[in-house]
């Protein structure tokens, strides 16, 4: 089963995120990045399916050369080999500009599976996988948890695949191949990575390919306004009086002026 | 006039047959030696070179020989009775060189101790003094082994040692009884015959049991990696730990067959105490039972058949097995390195290690918490930033940083300096020292770690370092050693106990019970500060096991983020005996100890003993706020 995982690199979750001066995006220069979390969950379920019914983990990712960091990651985890989509705009480019980058991309290798993480964790579009299944021409689901392969695991496999509703609510899909899913991050446990693992990757395969070269157009539809930090402010209220006053006091807040009640 | 003394009997004019005969037997005596000895060392010597071997300081490795195995002080230091009995057999194998060589040569009629010499008479009373102590030592040996039966010498009675003991005693009473025959009487020829034959014979079972270690553990005990719980370098692009045969390196072969099987690393062994399955003993045994079936060219997992995973990673690298050994195995390198193998090569599945694996590889702290978290503290306690101009670097540490507890002991010792007026400040950005990832085996994680810190400590121009944690401690001017230089560090019980003078002295009667961190303790020798600092503030008082024999809280090696244990837990056992004291406060010196105690304190009915750190000791008799010079003015 040859499966593609397009992974994102995203902020680290502990960065201080600063904005720019032109409020369009963020201060890349002294921050971290990681591999995005439900990426990480793609990578875990094709890793695992590659275990189970053999063949091959390409990671494909889009981004600035930064990025060759978290595809050395992926590799050390196991992935076989990455394609680099060079581009220095991710962060101007809407969903369906990075759909296209990587729909150019994936395309000559004919995949029986692709995997996307379910959103990222910086822009949470949610879009860009479902975008990329339409690009493809291929099936998709969304939400998806985990991954049974049914009968023969060769290019006409069939697929089950669980996806996560609300509420503890689960729903079971057959589908055929190939097809374009999203995942959601906490279906598996993820793999921790291994100095034998980052040995092993330094000698895997990473083709990179220049965005200009693809021959996608990189005008947005969407386009962003403006960028901007959350408000914070506090608006913590000490209610006085014993604490019958202070109950009735805060029924009242309740009621009136949260109007929760 | 000169007392009438028997002198040794030396039969005389062997007949060529006999001289035929001897030297006949020694050479089969040598061969069959030879024949498993050779095997025993080519094993060792095809094993891989220590890459990280240094022959220097010779100073200290003389030492240790002189200390350890002349002396005998590790045997007798933690076991004196049987360590002295011990110790007799030993002296007395040291004077029966020259008696044993001379005994040969007197069998082939070139004999140079003459019993009519003043030197040769001189000479075999002081081995028969020897002999004495060697023949009370023996018996007293072998009534504990058949009679008294200790465990940890194990279920299985050992007839060979049973062996062992029966022709050392026929050695030593062949040798006592000549003195009370005749030269010429026949009798004579009989006794040196037996001597011979117990001799010839014992020679070959060397190499077959754990009595190897009188040709290998004077070896081992001089061969040492050269400090306590060393863990060494990996060497190059294919070494990821304790894999297969290909990995053990000779130091580690060297020591599989040193064990004497005596079991002192197992009786100190928290693990092995609490019902766990790891037994340190097992352990070594397992790599030597490796070599003896597979040699060191196997490319078989040392992990699986001859040692079992679980096991491995039990163990807390406390370090009380390595520190116990009388042979010079160093137990902690050993199960680190197949603890390497496991992780480097991501055959180790643990929930809980990899999800401290996988925090560390993002995150900044082993507990997983955002470090926006200790920037809140760092401002609630109004502590100063490391600017490059203060003198010390205060290193939080992740427990410092982030546990509850920590925080209070971190406060404590701020309170501390404001009072000395000492100029300090913390880092804008820390990340955890990579000790539990570094004990667990995770060396890609801890390389991260230790680089990503070494370069903050760099850019801030840090010289200084006190930290409340002896884990950070060790891991910063030891294990930080592979990746760069370190500044100066030290904990903060070496910091207090020499501002103490300066420190306004609360005597009172409270009994405090000290338990030493294996850290502090076992890792840097740290023992009598601590202690000073508890005296100064309440009446001292020793738990059954203190200094280097102190019980691990279970948290060291990782094993604080590993989930419920098997069997009892280690922090009960020990709180038991800490509580048994009868102390009305314990007394701890690690963030990570005071943390066991307190979940294991908390499951006890009555009221236990208050769990205080040193730091909150010394900060006790201090004004509420403000320095020494605002009272003064």
Not at chain 2, 47 to 55: C, G, I, L, P, V
Not at chain 2, 533 to 539: E, L, Y
Not at chain 2, 586 to 593: D, K, L, M
């Amino acid at each position: 089963m040859k499966i593609i995982v397009a992974i994102k690199q995203v902020p680290d979750r502990d960065a201080q995120v600063r904005i720019d001066a032109a409020a369009k995006w963020i201060e890349e220069s002294d921050i971290q990045f990681a591999l995005n979390e439900s990426d990480a969950y793609a990578l875990e379920e094709a890793l695992q399916l590659k275990e189970k019914h053999g063949g091959e983990v390409i990671v494909v990712s889009a981004g600035p050369e930064r990025v060759g960091q978290t595809i050395r990651e992926a590799l050390a985890k196991g992935a076989d080999r990455a394609i680099h989509v060079a581009c220095d705009d991710l962060g101007t480019r809407d969903a369906l500009g990075v759909a296209r980058l990587l729909a150019a991309a994936v395309k000559p290798e004919n995949p029986d599976l692709v995997l996307t993480g379910l959103q990222s964790e910086d822009l949470g579009l949610g879009q860009t996988g479902v975008i990329l299944a339409e690009l493809l021409g291929l099936p998709h689901a969304t939400l998806i948890l985990h991954i049974d392969v049914e009968g023969d695991a060769g290019s006409s496999a069939h697929i089950k695949v669980k996806r996560e509703l609300e509420e503890g609510w689960f729903q079971e899909i057959e589908m055929p191949t190939p097809a374009v899913l999203t995942i959601q991050s906490g279906g598996n446990k993820l793999r921790y990575a291994t100095l034998m693992g980052i040995k092993r990757a330094k000698l895997k395969e990473v083709r990179t390919l220049a965005a200009s070269e693809l021959g996608t157009d990189a005008a947005p539809v969407v386009i962003l306004e403006r960028l901007a930090l959350p408000q914070k402010q506090k608006s913590t209220q000490i209610l006085p009086g014993n604490a019958k006053e202070a109950a009735a006091a805060l029924v009242e807040k309740l009621k009136f002026e949260v109007r929760v009640l | 006039m000169l007392l009438f003394l028997p002198t040794l009997a030396e039969p005389e004019n062997f007949s060529v047959a006999e001289k035929i005969a001897f030297a006949g037997l020694v050479l089969v005596s040598a061969y069959s030696f030879w024949r498993r000895f050779g095997v025993v060392l080519d094993k060792i010597l095809k094993s891989r070179k220590d890459a990280s071997f240094r022959f220097s300081p010779v100073g200290k490795r003389v030492w240790e020989f002189f200390w350890e195995v002349l002396c005998q002080a590790k045997v007798i230091r933690e076991r004196p009775l049987p360590g002295l009995a011990h110790a007799c057999v030993f002296w007395a194998f040291l004077a029966f060189a020259l008696v044993t060589l001379n005994h040969c040569a007197v069998g082939l009629g070139i004999g140079f101790l003459s019993p009519k010499s003043v030197a040769g008479r001189f000479y075999s009373y002081f081995a028969a003094v020897f002999a004495l102590a060697c023949t009370v030592g023996i018996l007293g040996l072998f009534v504990r082994r058949f009679l008294v039966r200790p465990k940890w010498l194990g279920a299985k009675l050992s007839w060979e040692s049973g062996f062992i003991a029966f022709l050392i005693f026929t050695l030593m009473a062949t040798y006592l009884a000549s003195f009370f025959v005749a030269d010429t009487d026949s009798s004579a020829r009989v006794l040196w015959w037996v001597h011979t034959l117990a001799l010839l014979i014992f020679l070959p079972i060397l190499p077959h049991t754990k009595h190897l270690h009188l040709v290998l553990s004077p070896a081992t005990v001089f061969l040492s990696r050269g400090s306590f719980a060393q863990i060494p370098p990996l060497s190059g692009d294919e070494d990821f730990g304790l894999v297969a045969g290909t990995d053990l390196t000779r130091l580690v072969s060297l020591q599989a067959y040193s064990c004497v099987e005596c079991g002192r690393c197992t009786e100190h062994c928290p693990a092995a105490n609490t019902g766990k399955l790891l037994n340190p003993k097992e352990i070594v045994l397992g790599v030597r039972a490796y070599l003896n079936d597979l040699g060191p060219a196997s490319g078989e997992p040392l992990l699986g058949k001859y040692n079992a995973q679980d096991a491995v990673f039990q163990c807390t690298t406390c370090g009380a097995c390595e520190f116990q050994c009388p042979v010079g195995i160093e137990h902690v390198p050993i199960l680190v390195g197949l603890r390497r193998g496991a992780v480097n090569t991501g055959t180790w599945e643990d929930n809980y290690g990899s999800k401290l694996f996988l925090a560390l590889e993002r995150g900044s702290n082993a507990l997983g918490i955002s470090p926006a978290e200790r920037d809140k503290f760092i401002q609630k306690q109004e502590l100063p930033i490391f600017d490059g101009t203060q003198e010390y670097c205060l290193w939080l540490g992740c427990m410092g940083g982030y546990d509850p507890k920590g925080r209070e002991i971190v406060s404590s010792l701020v309170q501390v300096f404001r009072y000395l007026n000492v100029s300090y400040g913390v880092l804008r950005k820390e990340k955890c020292t990579g000790d539990p990832v570094r004990r667990l085996g995770n060396d890609l994680v801890f390389q991260q770690l230790a680089e990503a810190n070494l370069e903050a400590l760099a850019q801030n121009k840090v010289k200084k370092i006190v930290s409340i944690c002896p884990h950070c401690v060790r891991t910063i001017q030891e294990d930080w050693k592979e990746y760069g230089t370190p500044p100066e560090i030290e904990h903060h019980s070496e910091f207090l106990a020499r501002h103490l003078s300066q420190l306004p002295s609360v005597q009172n009667e409270e009994k405090i019970v000290f338990h030493d961190p294996c850290y502090l303790g076992r890792y840097r020798d740290v023992y009598e500060e601590p202690r000073e600092v508890v005296k100064a503030t309440g009446q001292l008082v020793e738990a059954p096991r203190n200094h280097e024999r102190s019980f691990c809280c279970g948290a060291g090696g990782g094993l604080a983020f590993l989930g419920e244990e098997t069997g009892e837990r280690v922090s009960h056992n020990r709180a038991a005996e800490l509580v048994a004291t009868g102390a009305s406060t314990i007394g701890t010196a690690c963030p990570f100890c005071n943390s066991m105690f307190r979940d294991a304190l908390a499951t006890t009915g009555d009221a236990p003993p208050q769990l205080l750190d040193i730091a909150q000791l010394a900060a006790r008799g201090l004004p509420e706020t403000g320095s020494a010079k605002d009272q003064e003015g």
